[in-house]
Nanobody, 126 residues
Framework: QVQLVESGGGPVQAGGSLRLSCKAS????????MGWFRQAPGKEREFVAA????????HYSDSVKGRFTVSRDYGKSTLYLQMNSLKPEDTAVYYC???????????????????WGQGTQVTVSS
């Protein structure tokens, strides 16, 4: 199974920016939808954003729309999440995940995603 490895997390002040990366150890197929989720302490894992790998269609949660941008480098099998105007409530462990047979349908439930990275911590201070 392809491994997903996130990077780019860390501490940042409110209003700042971070860019997360998720590198796949192998090829990401056109059928896949790649997503970002996050989980804060004591909370359920929640959908952040996702992109259809082939078509490039995107979808965002209301809480990050207009501040975060999901993108991909097709040739490098790498997923990105550009996070701007960060808020303390964005603090969480961020995970990338693959919905292997998504075919451009962007699911927001983590149960639809088959393959997960180990996560990267983002901490936003006020």
């Amino acid at each position: 199974q392809v491994q997903l490895v996130e990077s780019g997390g860390g501490p940042v002040q409110a209003g700042g920016s971070l860019r997360l990366s998720c590198k796949a150890s192998g090829r990401i197929y056109n059928s896949e939808v790649m997503g970002w989720f996050r989980q804060a302490p004591g909370k359920e894992r929640e959908f952040v954003a996702a992109i259809g790998w082939s078509a490039g269609n995107t979808h965002y949660s209301d809480s990050v729309k207009g501040r975060f941008t999901v993108s991909r480098d097709y040739g490098k099998s790498t997923l990105y999440l550009q996070m701007n105007s960060l808020k303390p409530e964005d603090t969480a462990v961020y995970y990338c995940a693959a919905h292997i047979v998504g075919w451009g349908h962007i699911a927001t439930s983590p149960h639809e995603y088959n393959n997960w990275g180990q996560g990267t911590q983002v901490t936003v201070s006020s």
